[in-house]
């Protein structure tokens, strides 16, 4: 079989690899949809294996891992700006729950997580971890986009479109794992909502099937202090104890948002290998609370980074992200080393493969794993005159300068434009699904 080569030489190399190495002046050499080798730009000339390779030059750039959204429901892209300034009650079941009842079907999936992986890949992001109904045609839309993503396999007490009770709904979540077990780009996990909205039974049962299956559980967990002390007048318990209780405080789960936790809290979670998924600008716009970032990077906890939905966001710019968690980690400690530029851009990339069980395939430029890169073009105003790539990265560069993209080897953007998918169009399709749903 004819091997495809790519070499794509960049300025910089960042390569979140564990010495956080970044490579000056070095090739990125590509075979088919694995990185073979890094080597430096001098010495590549001198090869001649690499003769039919195609060569992307990327002066004044910084190559990077893609960025891994680890919490996002995608299709809500088309709720953006429905309902805003509300606290995260109010907004759910007076906002977002009636009109995902209303309106949520697979037209509106497809419609939605286009509109999602779209925006994310413009900005940089190559994997993302979703929540949301009909796990099923999102997993087809993400394969057919050429977007690698972790699908959650959502689970209520409640009913949906998508399932009338809990039974149903996991049935349903392990069908899905297995019928999409064998796409290249997608795999599964179990997507439990919340504490307050799934019960003790069905999540024993993921609980099971997870470590069985050895498949993440992704759930919202600790978002408020409200949903705390609720709990705790409820059942007197908070539900971290709760799911401690149902062994699910462990390394599959991605427990997301975490505004509210206590110093013991802290601890169990580190020695259970809890990830924590922060959402800053999510939990800033819905008032929810702020995670306690410094603490728990000092308990060595991996922290990886989601925007949640556009809908309470309302972006899906991960690189915003990165800067809004490394200022807020700062201010909210009242100390400026806390998540540093590293830090973030770790939270950003290589902590999110972790999370997903992923790391020994993507999150780092390191040689054997999937080419999901990206390039940022830092030959612009606000990110010149150039000491530090990392510094820039983290703290001054905007997704507008991704200038490239590569998904599993596969051009996404190029030269700042799509490769694949119809920007016209997917805008064409929000701007007609908010035509409908306003009337
Ligand atoms: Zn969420």
Known sequence: MQHRYQIIQADWTITVNSDFEVLRDFAVVLEDNRIQTLIANDEIAELDC????????????????????????APMSLFRGMADDLPLMQWLTEHIWPAEARWVDPS???????????????????????????????????????MRSVIGLIVLDFPSAWAKDADEYLHKAL???????????????????????????????????????????????????????????????????????????????????????????????????????????????????ICPVADLLEQGVNICLGTDGAASNNDLDLLGEMRTAALLAKGSSGNASAC?????????????????????????IEVGKH???????????????????????????SSRQVSHVWIDGVAQLKDFEFCRLDSAEIIAKAAAWAQKIKS
């Open 50 to 73: 690499y003769q039919s390779a195609e060569i992307v030059r990327l002066p004044g750039c910084a190559l990077m891992p893609g960025m891994v959204n680890s919490h996002t429901h």
């Open 108 to 146: 509106f999936i497809a419609d939605g997580f286009r509109l999602a992986a779209a925006e994310m890949i413009r900005s940089g992001t190559t994997c993302l971890s979703d929540m949301f109904y009909f796990p099923d045609e999102a997993a087809r839309c993400a394969q057919e986009i050429g």
């Open 175 to 289: 069908a899905v794992h297995d019928e999409i077990r064998e796409l290249s780009l997608v795999s599964s996990a179990f997507a439990p909502h919340a504490p307050y909205t799934v019960s003790d039974q069905p999540l024993r049962q993921i609980a099971m099937y997870s470590s069985e299956l050895d498949v993440p559980v992704h759930m919202h967990v600790h978002e408020t202090a409200h949903e705390v002390a609720e709990a705790q007048q409820k059942t007197g318990q908070r539900p971290l104890q709760r799911l401690d209780q149902l062994d699910l405080l462990n390394p599959n789960l991605i427990a997301v948002h975490m505004t509210e936790l206590d110093e013991f809290e802290i601890e169990r979670i580190a020695e259970a290998g809890v990830n924590v998924a922060h959402c800053p600008e999510s939990n800033l716009k819905l008032g929810s609370g």
């Open 340 to 364: 540093d530029a590293r830090q973030a851009i770790e939270m950003a990339t290589i902590n999110g493969a972790r999370a997903l069980g992923m790391a020994d395939r993507i999150g780092s």
């Open 371 to 397: 080419a999901d890169l990206i390039a940022l073009d830092l030959n612009s105003l606000n990110t010149q005159p150039l000491y530090d790539p990392v510094a820039q990265v983290a703290y001054a560069a």
